[in-house]
């Protein structure tokens, strides 16, 4: 029996050991510090806030219409009726942390389809990312977006167009899907 709880000591200190281990930290990832504090490294977010358009016959917005969907860093979305609010008209408004060069894209059509216009947003740092206004971005062709004042961060953009894109985000994927030149051909091939 002594036998028994030793060496189940042993893997519990052997299981902790590694939970701890030193190295780089991961995105996504509870550790400590070099002053033993715990600090949290996040993988990267994504909020998508969809404001309504009408206002109710009190001259408020119909609040059954606003709400968030948050979409984490791993979690590539090829269908977003499942967000409740997804047939309610109105239109998004984003959030992004994670770490520079954290992507994502917002496709207006299910299922990463780019018929219907998309977005491609990197990050240049580590700061969030807040974007109020989807299609306020020159068509067809990267710009990079400087840290605001307000301490935002700064990110490199691509955007698509499509009529009425910030209404009808469709789909979500995460990463570098693209290559520069696929969308150079894209935008050759568009009269």
């Given at each position: 029996?002594?036998?028994?709880?030793?060496?189940?000591?042993?893997?519990?200190?052997?299981?902790?050991?590694?939970?701890?281990?030193?190295?780089?930290?991961?995105?996504?990832?509870?550790?400590?510090?070099?002053?033993?504090?715990?600090?949290?490294?996040?993988?990267?977010?994504?909020?998508?806030?969809?404001?309504?358009?009408?206002?109710?016959?009190?001259?408020?917005?119909d609040q059954r219409c606003?709400?968030?969907?948050?979409?984490?860093?791993?979690?590539?979305?090829?269908?977003?009726?499942?967000?409740?609010?997804?047939?309610?008209?109105?239109?998004?408004?984003?959030?992004?942390?994670?770490?520079?060069?954290?992507?994502?894209?917002?496709?207006?059509?299910?299922?990463?389809?780019?018929?219907?216009?998309?977005?491609?947003?990197?990050?240049?740092?580590?700061?969030?990312?807040?974007?109020?206004?989807?299609?306020?971005?020159?068509?067809?062709?990267?710009?990079?977006?400087?840290?605001?004042?307000?301490?935002?961060?700064?990110?490199?953009?691509?955007?698509?167009?499509?009529?009425?894109?910030?209404?009808?985000?469709?789909?979500?994927?995460?990463?570098?899907?693209?290559?520069?030149?696929?969308?150079?051909?894209?935008?050759?091939?568009?009269?």
């Amino acid at each position: 029996m002594k036998a028994f709880k030793v060496a189940v000591f042993c893997l519990f200190i052997v299981a902790f050991a590694a939970s701890v281990q030193a190295g780089p930290v991961k995105p996504g990832e509870l550790s400590q510090n070099e002053k033993g504090e715990w600090i949290y490294t996040p993988k990267g977010e994504l909020v998508l806030n969809k404001q309504p358009f009408y206002m109710g016959v009190d001259g408020r917005f119909d609040q059954r219409c606003d709400g968030l969907f948050y979409i984490d860093g791993d979690k590539d979305i090829p269908d977003l009726r499942d967000f409740r609010l997804f047939y309610c008209l109105g239109r998004y408004e984003m959030t992004l942390d994670g770490p520079a060069g954290r992507a994502v894209s917002l496709f207006g059509d299910f299922r990463y389809g780019q018929d219907w216009g998309y977005l491609i947003i990197k990050k240049t740092d580590g700061k969030k990312v807040w974007i109020l206004d989807l299609e306020d971005f020159p068509p067809n062709q990267w710009a990079k977006i400087p840290p605001s004042k307000d301490g935002y961060g700064g990110f490199e953009v691509y955007y698509h167009p499509s009529p009425q894109f910030e209404q009808k985000i469709a789909s979500v994927k995460w990463g570098e899907w693209w290559k520069k030149d696929s969308i150079e051909n894209h935008i050759s091939n568009v009269p």
